[in-house]
Each structure stands twice: as structure tokens, then as C-alpha cells.
């Protein structure tokens, strides 16, 4: 008899064959039943390097959809969202890697914890090796702030994420059960800038994000994934400021409240006006 699906992988991709590739030989890398996990990849209708007939060829099995709207990755997450059929719901960047006991540990806290609508791990950083070495010292501020605010909550908030740090997680990182997210959306209003972190904001609505204290993913920076440009700042400011002013009341608290303030600040600029 077969087993049902125990875990939709969704992946939005744009070209980048190699990585995707490798993010995919990270599924099949698990020590899972391999039979139980579906793979969905997204592709961009109007990007010009199409590759999912490709990923086809080197992965009989995956699930490839053409995403037919012009909304980004979050209108390719919404679009495998529709049609995944999985108990719990992972949503990979097609450059980053897991590890191969992510899905056993991760899903384990999530069958173990009936009030949570997912869970969020730490991860191993790397950058390639054409990414910006100021860009790189940039980021490290950052990513110590991600680490210390998951490992104060796992030891002061009852291991769960606490809602006003929202913006420190990555998608990538986490896994929701699909009860708690199926009938979520992708906002194409936060597209510039925000549109994963208003999806976790959704998903603690319906319940606890819960914390796994280990890196189980390997994530990517690469040159242009952050590109920046006058235009591109202000477009993001713009993004984060409409959502700072949608949070619900009880994400407006806290000193991670108004470090996500100064933060999205940072993207502020003389010319960004009204």
C-alpha cells in the first residue's frame, strides 16, 4: 500500500541549473523515506533560462509547474502551495542546502507539539566566492543578531520564537505543517521587500514557531541576491514600511520591535519621500 505524502518540498526557481541541482540531490540526501517526500519546483513563465525541463531529465520524479504570473517567488510558492499534498510544507530557495537529518529532526518537533504551526532551525552561512568581501562584513552583525535571538527564545520564551523577531528568520529554515499554512498567501504587496517575513507573521498567527537548536541548513549568499542600488533601497524602505505599519498590536512590543524599526531605517534614504 502506499504511504501518503509526508512532505511537500517547494521550490520557486529562476535559472541557476547548478544550484538547484545541488538543492535537490540535498533532499534525496535524507535519512527519510524517500518515497514519502514530493518535490515541487516553480518556474517563472517569463524568465528567459528556463530550465525545468532539464531538472526533469536528472530528476524523473520531481513535480515541475510553470507559475503563469509575474509575482516573484512568492507567487511560485503560492502556485506549489495549491497543489501540494504533503502533511508538513518546506519551502527551499533553490541555492541553499539541508542537511540530511533536517526533515526527520524537524518533523519530529512538529508531530511532537500539537500547538505550533512550525519550526525554525539554525543554519551554517557560506558565501560565493565572487560575493563582495565589504558586503560580507555587512552581514555578519546580522547574522550573529539571528543566532542570539533564536537562542534567547529557545531559552527564555518556552522554545518558541518570539513573535516581534519575525524578521530574523529565513524561510528556507523552517517547516510549517500544512494544516496551519494551506490556505496562507504569499502577499505580492511586500514583493520588494518583507513578503516571507508577513508569511510568518501569518503562521504565528495560527500558532507557535517552534525553535530546533541545531544547523541543519546550509545557506547561500550569492553575488545579486541582495543588489544594491538606489532604487532597489527605496523600493525595499517602501515594502518594509507598509508592513511595519500592517503588524498586528502585539508584534508592536519589545526591543526586537524596534531593532526591526532602526533596521528597515537602514533602507531609508533622502530621496525614498512619501
Known amino acids: 500500500m502506499t504511504q501518503p505524502i509526508k512532505v511537500s518540498v517547494i521550490i520557486p526557481v529562476k535559472g541557476r541549473l547548478h544550484y538547484v541541482k545541488e538543492a535537490i540531490n540535498s533532499i534525496y540526501s535524507q535519512d527519510f523515506d524517500l518515497d514519502r517526500i ?13 530550465i525545468r525541463d532539464e531538472l526533469k531529465q536528472n530528476f524523473p520524479k520531481i513535480i515541475t509547474i510553470e507559475n ?6 512568492g507567487g511560485s510558492r503560492n502556485t506549489g502551495l495549491q497543489v501540494a499534498k504533503g502533511k508538513h510544507i518546506l519551502f527551499l530557495d533553490s541555492d541553499d542546502q539541508i542537511r540530511s537529518n533536517f526533515l526527520s529532526k524537524m518533523i519530529n518537533i512538529l508531530e511532537n507539539d500539537k500547538s505550533c504551526s512550525g519550526a525554525v532551525c539554525f543554519s551554517q552561512s557560506f558565501f560565493h566566492t565572487d560575493f563582495n568581501f565589504f558586503e560580507r562584513i555587512k552581514l555578519y552583525p546580522l547574522m550573529f543578531i539571528r543566532d542570539m535571538s533564536l537562542v534567547s527564545a529557545f531559552l527564555f520564551n518556552k522554545r518558541n520564537l518570539y513573535k516581534t523577531s519575525f524578521y ?3 524561510i528556507s529554515h ?9 490556505t496562507l498567501k504569499f502577499n505580492y504587496s511586500y514583493r520588494r521587500g518583507g513578503e516571507d517575513w508577513d508569511f510568518f507573521i501569518q503562521a504565528l498567527s495560527c500558532g507557535g514557531i517552534r525553535i530546533l537548536p541545531e544547523r541543519l541548513l546550509k545557506f547561500r549568499y550569492s553575488p545579486g541576491s541582495s543588489t544594491d542600488t538606489l532604487l532597489n533601497r527605496r523600493l525595499k524602505w517602501k515594502s518594509y514600511a507598509l508592513l511595519a505599519n500592517s503588524l498586528p498590536l502585539n508584534f508592536k512590543q519589545g526591543i526586537f520591535y524596534k531593532l526591526f524599526l532602526n533596521y528597515i531605517n537602514l533602507f531609508k534614504t533622502k530621496n525614498n519621500g512619501n
Open 174 to 182: 523552517m517547516l510549517f505543517k500544512a494544516d496551519a499554512v494551506k
Open 38 to 50: 514530493e518535490i515541487i519546483v516553480v518556474e517563472e513563465k517569463n524568465y528567459g533560462d528556463r
Open 168 to 170: 530574523l528568520c529565513q
Open 68 to 73: 503563469n504570473d509575474d509575482e516573484g517567488p
